[in-house]
């Protein structure tokens, strides 16, 4: 089954870059997801990537990802307090089913 | 403007009442889903439908149904059979097939009286 993994909490300070990291289990071709959760909210779909690509760039956002060790990354350049939230991983299961498997989130607390 | 709208964004219930979320789409999806939040702990997936007049039980279904009559609407009631339904709950929805995006509400907070 798919299992996506998580760190717990981030703090950086305004300016700086920001990287959370997240770990998943599926090994079929399969699209990675991030969202983004401000506190009250619901999730906004930052970006996405496929499994055969190794990096995807959008604006301030870069995303990493390393297939040999199931290891993807999210990059926020130039961190600004609009940035503070829980950051979700996502992988989609591959089943037919649009299904999701989300990992625990990362809080990130940006300083100004 | 197209988007996800839950209602109430606040629900109390007390102890052995049912309650039903509501939750409205206007992106002609086909799909939508529910899954609850709980602190601390990623999205589950409670109940998902495909099309209209047909869903399915996701991973944590026990204690809620759901009903598809129209292809904008999405409702979940949580039943007295859910014994700890504190929780936030969130709909998405997408359009049909395999790796589209799931786009999401800004979800109900549900609390126990």
């Known amino acids: 089954g798919e299992d996506v993994e998580q760190s717990l909490f981030l703090s950086v300070r305004e300016g700086d870059s920001s990287v959370i990291n997240c770990t998943y289990t599926?090994?079929?071709?399969?699209?990675l997801y991030w969202y983004k959760q401000e506190p009250g909210a619901g999730l906004q779909l930052l970006t996405y990537?496929?499994?055969?690509?190794d990096m995807k760039q959008d604006q301030r956002l870069t995303v990493l990802l390393n297939k040999k060790d199931k290891h993807l990354s999210l990059r926020i350049a130039d961190t600004q307090t609009g940035d503070s939230a829980i950051y979700f991983c996502?992988?989609?299961?591959?089943?037919?089913?649009?299904?999701?498997?989300f990992g625990k989130g990362n809080q990130v607390v940006v300083i100004p | 403007d197209g988007g996800i709208t839950q209602s109430p964004k606040y629900l109390f219930r007390k102890e052995g009442q049912n309650v039903t979320l509501s939750c409205e789409q206007n992106?002609?999806?086909?799909?939508m889903y529910w899954y609850r939040q709980d602190p601390g702990q990623g999205l589950r997936l409670i109940y998902y439908?495909?099309?209209?007049?047909?869903?399915q039980k996701g991973d944590i279904a026990e204690g809620y149904s759901v009903s598809r009559e129209k292809k904008e609407s999405f409702p979940l009631t949580v039943t007295s059979a859910q014994k700890n339904p504190t929780a936030f709950y969130l709909c998405?929805?997408?359009?049909?097939?395999?790796?589209?995006?799931?786009?999401f509400g800004d979800g109900t907070r549900l609390s126990i009286l």
């Open positions: 998405a929805s997408s359009t049909p097939g395999q790796y589209q995006p799931q786009h």
């Open positions: 992106l002609n999806h086909d799909a």
């Open positions: 599926d090994s079929s071709s399969t699209y």
């Open positions: 439908s495909q099309i209209v007049n047909d869903f």
């Open positions: 990537i496929f499994s055969n690509m």
């Open positions: 996502a992988e989609s299961i591959p089943d037919g089913n649009n299904r999701l498997a």
